[in-house]
């Protein structure tokens, strides 16, 4: 059984901190350059939709989901 699962480019990102603003259980910014720092990357389904959030506010693109597809095993 697949699982989602969370990547991150700290090269990428900008440090603009959307993503522990949206998902404060998923991620935080580490406090020596401000760029993310991820907390789960297989986060509980309770907090999955705020991931999906975080993926999608991220203005410098460096959160990845990699969702199982409906069905899959």
Do not use: N
Request: a negative charge.
């Amino acid at each position: 059984m697949r699982t989602t699962r969370l990547r991150v480019d700290r090269e990428r990102c900008i440090g603009a901190g959307m993503c522990a603003l949206t998902a404060p259980d998923v991620f935080d910014q580490d406090p020596d350059d401000g760029r993310v720092l991820l907390s789960h990357a297989e986060p509980p389904a309770a907090r999955r939709a705020a991931a999906r959030m975080a993926v999608g506010v991220c203005p410098s693109g460096a959160i990845t989901l990699d969702e199982p597809e409906s069905g899959d095993s």
